[in-house]
């Protein structure tokens, strides 16, 4: 049977949250056997992502994670100063573990809601038995991020130029990994200590993979099937700002 997409989404409130989910949830509908968890950077679940999860008719579960305030980027802060989306995976993944214990297949992939996604790279995500990686287009000031491979497909090494000493110097959307291992590491979290750029490295490892034991896919990492887009920060006024900084509590 078609092993079950456990696709985790953290979202935040901005101007185009609901355009980015609203196209997101379009690419996904077309997916079979994907569960979309989205996890909400708020206090409570909001009404407007309920209504996009419900119009999408995908299983999903729908939660709510909100980062701590001492981590929380104010409006105006360049994006990379603090790590985003931390608390929102480890919802999720807590989550995983109460609810599939025992479920024995099935795999997780942590998929930003902003990034593109072509309909391929779902069943690629399906082959993975233990961490599949694959190239990932537009990221560390590069076209292409991708792991370097040997004739015989084993990965020799990666061609990252931002940070190309850590563990993994791939993105978020280049990875997914197998359920069962997730179900068997439940110490495997992200975290706000790590240094920047190192989350992916750091939960890769907390997973026991390392680069002989993770699988490259999307032929042989030759074929690009997601692309970390970012939707360009809105121009907003200062009432605007005002409002949003009102509503999130953040500033
Ligand atoms: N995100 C979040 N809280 C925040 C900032 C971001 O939950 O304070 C979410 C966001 O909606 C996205 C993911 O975390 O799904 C990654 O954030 P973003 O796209 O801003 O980061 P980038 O792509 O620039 O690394
Ligand atoms: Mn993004």
Same mark, same amino acid.
């Given at each position: 049977?078609?092993?079950?997409?456990?696709?985790?989404?953290?979202?935040?409130? %901005?101007?185009?949250?609901?355009?980015?989910?609203?196209?997101?949830? !379009?690419?996904?509908?077309?997916?079979?056997?994907?569960?979309?968890?989205?996890?909400?950077?708020?206090?409570?679940?909001?009404?407007?992502?309920?209504?996009?999860?419900?119009?999408?008719?995908?299983?999903?579960?729908?939660?709510?994670?909100?980062?701590?305030?001492?981590?929380?980027?104010?409006?105006?802060?360049?994006?990379?100063?603090?790590?985003?989306?931390?608390?929102? %995976?480890?919802?999720?993944?807590?989550?995983?573990?109460?609810?599939?214990?025992?479920?024995?297949?099935?795999?997780?992939?942590?998929?930003?809601?902003?990034?593109? !996604?072509?309909?391929?790279? *779902?069943?690629?995500?399906?082959?993975?038995?233990?961490?599949?990686?694959?190239?990932?287009?537009?990221?560390?000031?590069?076209?292409?991020?991708?792991?370097?491979?040997?004739?015989?497909?084993?990965?020799?090494?990666?061609?990252?130029?931002?940070?190309?000493?850590?563990?993994?110097?791939?993105?978020?959307?280049? *990875?997914?990994?197998?359920?069962?291992?997730?179900?068997?590491?439940?110490?495997?979290?992200?975290? *706000?200590?790590?240094? %920047?750029? !190192?989350?992916?490295?750091?939960?890769?490892?907390?997973?026991?993979?390392? %680069?002989?034991?993770?699988?490259?896919?999307?032929?042989?990492?030759?074929?690009? !099937?997601?692309?970390?887009?970012?939707?360009?920060?809105?121009?907003?006024?200062?009432?605007?700002?005002?409002?949003?900084?009102?509503?999130?509590?953040?500033?």
């Amino acid at each position: 049977s078609t092993p079950f997409i456990y696709f985790i989404t953290p979202t935040h409130f %901005r101007a185009a949250q609901k355009a980015d989910l609203t196209r997101l949830s !379009y690419t996904l509908s077309h997916v079979p056997n994907l569960h979309w968890i989205v996890v909400e950077d708020s206090d409570s679940l909001t009404s407007s992502v309920a209504e996009i999860l419900k119009r999408s008719r995908l299983p999903h579960t729908h939660l709510n994670a909100r980062t701590p305030s001492d981590q929380k980027m104010k409006y105006t802060d360049p994006n990379w100063t603090l790590p985003r989306g931390v608390e929102q %995976r480890n919802a999720a993944l807590l989550w995983i573990q109460n609810q599939l214990s025992g479920v024995g297949s099935g795999v997780v992939y942590f998929g930003d809601d902003d990034n593109t !996604y072509d309909l391929r790279i *779902f069943e690629e995500m399906r082959k993975v038995d233990n961490a599949g990686v694959w190239p990932v287009g537009i990221v560390g000031g590069m076209f292409v991020e991708t792991p370097v491979l040997a004739d015989n497909g084993s990965i020799i090494s990666f061609n990252s130029i931002w940070k190309p000493d850590r563990p993994f110097p791939i993105d978020m959307a280049a *990875f997914a990994v197998n359920v069962t291992l997730i179900l068997s590491h439940p110490n495997a979290l992200f975290s *706000f200590d790590v240094p %920047r750029g !190192y989350q992916e490295s750091t939960f890769l490892e907390n997973l026991g993979i390392n %680069r002989l034991n993770m699988e490259p896919l999307a032929e042989k990492c030759t074929k690009v !099937y997601v692309w970390h887009t970012r939707t360009e920060k809105s121009k907003l006024s200062k009432g605007m700002v005002e409002k949003l900084t009102k509503k999130t509590g953040f500033n």
